[in-house]
Each structure stands twice: as C-alpha cells, then as structure tokens.
C-alpha cells in the first residue's frame, strides 16, 4: 500500500475519526446535488445525450455509491434508523440511473467483438469507461484490419455503434439481433430511470441528501471515534473473499475456467462468476472506506485500480456473455445467427477467464509489495 | 540445450560423419521392416484394432518420418536420384496411414471438449499421443464434475468415446452430428489405408526399404564427412522459422489472436496457423537431426519435446476447430445446434492461443538456457 496516508491498520497513525466521515459525507452530498443540478439544468437525462450531460446522473451514481458504501462501513457510527433507511433508496437510484449505461456498453462491447471476430478492427471509442477496449497490449492485431474510423459523436450516440459491413451474414444478423435487443432494454431502462427522477421516491432521496450535505446524523460518540477499526473490517471482508477466490487456477493462463458451463443447461448461469462479482463490490467498499480515511478521492493505489478495472471488465464480460447465449434462445434465428453467437458467448467467457486472470496478477503484485 | 551429447555446432567435438547417419538409417529401415511384420502377423490394420497391432501402423509410421527427415536433412550426403523418389513415397505413406488416426483423435477431442463446456467432466484416455488432455494443470476442474469412468477397452476404439448423457440438446446433436462426419471420414480413411497396404506402391516402398535395411546408397565422399554442418543448418532453418512467429503476442495470455477470424467468411481458414504448423515440421527435422548425430532417439531435451508437444496440440486444436465450423454448415442443423458448434469452434481456437503461449514459453527457457 502507498504510505503517504496514514495505515487504518497501523494503530500508532494519528487516528482518523468520525469527523473525517462527516466531511466525506457532506463532499458526496454536496457532489450529488451538484450533479443533480447540472442533470436538471442541461435538461436531459442519462446515457444517450451528449457528453457533458451524461456526467450528470453519471457524477449522481458516483456519489449515491459513495454515500451508500460509507454508510455500510462505517455503520455503527451513524444514526442506525437513518442508514438503514438511507441504503437502500441509494442503491435503488444508481441501479435503475445505471442500467441504461449497462446495456448501452454491453451493445457497443458485444458489436466490438463480433468485428474482431470477423477479421475487421474498429477503434473503440475510448471515454465509456464500461465499454473500454478489453486490456490487450496495444498494436497486437496481426489480422488484416479494415479500421474503421473512430466516431467522433461520442461512445453514447446509439449511431456510434460499429457498421457491420464487413461481417459475415451469421455475424452481422447476430449483432442486428443484439441490437434490437439491447437497444429495447436499454430504451425500457431510459423509461424507467426518467420516471424514476421525476419520482416521489427520488425526491424524497434527494431532501435526504440534501440535508445530509450540512448535517450528518453520527452518534455521540462517533466525532471522537477512530475510523481504522471499521475500515480494517472492510479490508478483511474484501480479504477473506479474495482468499476464497480460485486464484491459483485463474493464475495459470489458459486454464479455461470460465466456459466450463458455456453450453451447461441453463445458459446465463454462470455461478462461479458470483463470487468474484462479490469481490468487486467488496473491493469497492474498501476504496470508498480508504477515501473516508485519507480525505482523497484519487486512487492512492494504482494495483488497486487495477485490480477493481479487472473485475469491472470480468463483469462486463460475464453480462455480455450472458446476453449472447441469451440472443440465441431468440426463437426462428437461423443456424449461422446461432453459430455467430455461439462463438461470441464463449469469446466473451474467455475475456471473463483472461480478467480473472488480470485480477490475480494485480492482486498478486499487491500483496507481494505490501508492508 | 542437454550437453551429454555432442554439441552438432561445436567444431571441436568429434566428428560425427556419414557413417552414423548410414547407422540410423539401417536402424529406422529395420524398425520400418519390424512394424510391418507386427503388422502383418497380427493380421489387423491400423487404428480400429487392439492396442498392440495399432503399435505397427504407428511404428511403420514413425520409421518413415525419421527416414524421411533424414534423407532431407542430409540429402547431399545420399545418392540424389535414390532419395528423391524415396521422399515423396514415404510421405504418402506415413500421410496414408496417419488419417484414419487422425480423424479419430479428433472426434475424441471434440467429445471431451463439448463435455467440459458441459460441465461434466470426462477422463481423457491417457494411451493416445494426439488425444492428449490439452495441458491443464491437474486437478484444477472446479465444475460439479459427474466424473465417466475412464473407458478400459483404450483410447482408439469407437465406443470409448464419452456419452453424451449429460449434454443438453445442443450439445447432444452437436456431438452426434460431429461423431457422424467424422466417423465416415475415418471409415474413408481406413479404406483408403487398406488399399494402400495392399498396393503395389506400397511394395515398392517396402522393398527400398528392405534394402535400405542393409544398403544405405551414400555419396563416395559421405562415409567421412561431418554431419554437423548439415544439421546445423536444418536447426538454422528452425529458428529461423520461430523468429518469423509473433511470439511476443504469442507470450501475452489471452491475446485473443486466434479467434481473429473465428467469423471470417471462410470459416475454416486460418492463414495465421500456417508459419505454426511450418516450424511444427522443421522442429521435427531438427530433433530427428538430432537423433542422427546423438545415436540416442531418445529426447535429448526435454524443452524440444515440450515445445513440440505444443505445436501438436496446436495443431490439433487448430484441425478440431476447422471440424467444428465445417460441421457448422451443415444444412438443415438446428440453431441450438449451431450454437454449440460455434462454442466448440471457439474453444478449439483458445486451445490454439493456449498452445501458441505454451510453445511460447517452452521456447523461451531453451533460448535463455542455451550455452
């Protein structure tokens, strides 16, 4: 761990109390109601609007993710009533703010892959950070590439989506299919957040947070409290899950894992994904408790970084996956619709092997490096 | 590279001359005789029989490539008219023979592949070279396993190919349909091999080889000229061959270059494979070259026979996987069927990638460790 911030396990650190969880809480609040600000003000509403709007509900998940893992970790600090009701109404608003995001980045992930299956190259767009380019050493395509020209209007613009001139009938039908499909989920995501922001429910979020950026409701007993205890625990919890994690198999490259249920019975359930997925959420709850303690929302550590956009990918992956063995339930699909996506889902399990395996190396140099 | 032997570029080491290469010619002639006389006496033919008569076909098979290789390698120091109508004969021979294996193998890989994206586990049979388990490390299958139990009857009989009680539908059609194409295959092959046996062009290549047994036609000069330069340059033409590969790509786990044109239009071409299966054959030269300078067949270097090793599989999973598109266009297959040939054809392109990096790595150490 970087050691220009204190320990939260070194108990000889100046301790960081209560007081540092009420600043960290007031920031997120305020942060929530800034980016609730700029939504309302700009006038439109998530995903599929121009870039600057989109930092709108985008900087509101970002903050209710915060608020929400604070209030998890740091639980016996706050007004027990207050949290509970509090978790939840947060998690429900970055989940339904955050779905349309999801199927837009599966899409673009899903028809970036079927390009590169076909032979064909196209430069993704670089600022969604779900849809990022899945972690391969730059310049490593040896295929003769067709580049598409990147798209300037943006990752967000449904119209940036890759051409599928160039694939094969099977490839190309598969994407129409993930298309139609994604685009109708995500459209049905859209409807859903919009009603949810213009919602009694949200509004009452929103008074909740409101108040919370001038008032947190801590024990009497938390200003004086040392945090490190607390944030410790969540180490551990991210820890011991880590420990449970088969990282041994993920470490040997190859170890093809993660198709061992590609054509089990039922196709979208992958049950060996679910503890790595708990990690991800584990290790985001450690990061959020070491930004109460160090006051600083820039990563501290670059390996933990890492290791969170190895899980980030691991679960795109999965959902990507999952949605192409899903596309070829379809019914009347012809048989190279169901081929194409058949050589998708498992493209797609071996990016979930290769971000297990990405994980692990990141996780590896970590504790290697650890005092 | 293991120095218990002489070093073939070392210039002052003893010479080894014509003299050994006559040797091993007169021991791979004898063993050629030996096989087929196994072959004839056990009455049976090739792959479909009992363990030890498929010994001969195999034998006669192994015999040729080494007389073969070496007549290539060492061709000057041969009389030029004799070794260049021997080559092409003993090609077709060992090509002839080696088929109806071939398509075996295939089929056992494909079975036992569709089992583990299944999520039941088979135990590969250990006796066959090329039905190898793809080089997992062991035990590292996580998946609830419903573990066959290893058939006893040996790898090469038809019905030690793993049931397909567990598969869902898909995957059941997808090995039937797979099990009945190559199956015919291997019946055409067997015929064809048949055929050969009792052709009189395999007399023909049986009677050279008879006197071969005795008299190795050298060059006047041979008998005391040094074999090194010669073998030295088949080993040049290897790593001149390796240095050609994209081994750096090759050395990146889950660089995804094999299934780069897993949806091409012509599916079951992969022009990537070619300059692989090149160094797979000048990697053979150099170990038979090898064997000719040692007097030893047995590995000298155990980096060679994992390298080599790695170059099988590479081909092997390169061939499946070409199978499983082929099987793919079928007419008339249903979409779940599809499906399960396009996770299978992707599967059998991550074995190639895996291969790519285990040949990598093999290839590697030898070059560090080399004096």
């Known amino acids: 761990m970087a050691q220009q911030h204190p320990d939260p396990t070194d108990p000889t650190a100046g301790a960081v109390t209560g007081e540092a969880l009420a600043g960290y809480l007031r920031a997120q609040a305020t942060a929530f109601l800034r980016a609730l600000r700029l939504h309302r003000e700009t006038g439109s509403t998530l995903a599929n609007s121009s870039q600057e709007s989109v930092d709108g509900p985008r900087a509101l998940r970002r903050a209710a993710r915060r608020i929400s893992g604070s209030l998890h970790t740091f639980r016996p600090l706050l007004d027990p009533g207050w949290s509970e009701e509090m978790r939840p109404e947060l998690a429900w608003l970055s989940g339904t703010l955050g779905l349309e995001h999801a199927y837009e980045a599966r899409l673009e992930r899903l028809l970036l892959a079927l390009h590169r299956l076909s032979g064909t190259t196209v430069i993704p767009a670089q600022t969604s950070d779900r849809a990022a380019a899945p972690g391969r050493p730059a310049g490593m395509t040896r295929a003769p590439a067709t580049t598409a020209p990147a798209d300037s209007s943006g990752p967000t613009a449904p119209k940036s989506t890759p051409e599928r001139g160039n694939l094969t009938v099977g490839a ?43 008032e947190v409701p801590l024990t009497p007993a938390a200003p004086t409290t040392d945090l490190g205890p607390l944030a410790a625990a969540a180490e551990e919890r991210l820890t011991d899950a880590v420990a449970a994690l088969p990282l041994v198999t993920a470490g040997h490259p190859y170890n093809a894992e993660a198709l ?65 063995a899903q596309a070829a339930r379809t019914p009347r699909i012809t048989p190279a619709t169901a081929y194409a996506l058949g050589v998708l889902h498992a493209d797609q399990r071996h990016e979930v092997e290769a971000a297990r395996f990405a994980f692990q190396q990141a996780w590896q140099k970590q504790t ?4």
Request: hydrophobic letters at 45%; aromatic letters at 2%; charged letters at 20%.
């Open 260 to 324: 061992v249920h590609g054509l089990a019975p039922d196709l979208s359930a992958h049950p060996q994904d679910g503890p790595w997925h708990q990690v991800r959420l584990l290790l985001r709850l450690h990061r959020y408790a070491r930004e109460v303690l160090t006051g600083d929302e820039a990563p501290a550590d670059v390996r933990l970084v890492t290791a969170s956009q190895a899980l980030n990918r691991h679960r795109d992956a999965s959902e990507a996956a999952a949605a192409a």
């Open 368 to 371: 290697v490096n650890a005092p």
């Open 172 to 214: 190309a039908k598969a994407g129409a299919l993930l298309e139609r499909q994604l685009t109708l989920a995500r459209t049905r995501a859209h409807s859903t957040a919009l009603q949810a922001l213009g919602s009694s429910r949200f509004h009452a979020v929103a008074d909740r947070v409101a108040v919370l950026a001038s």
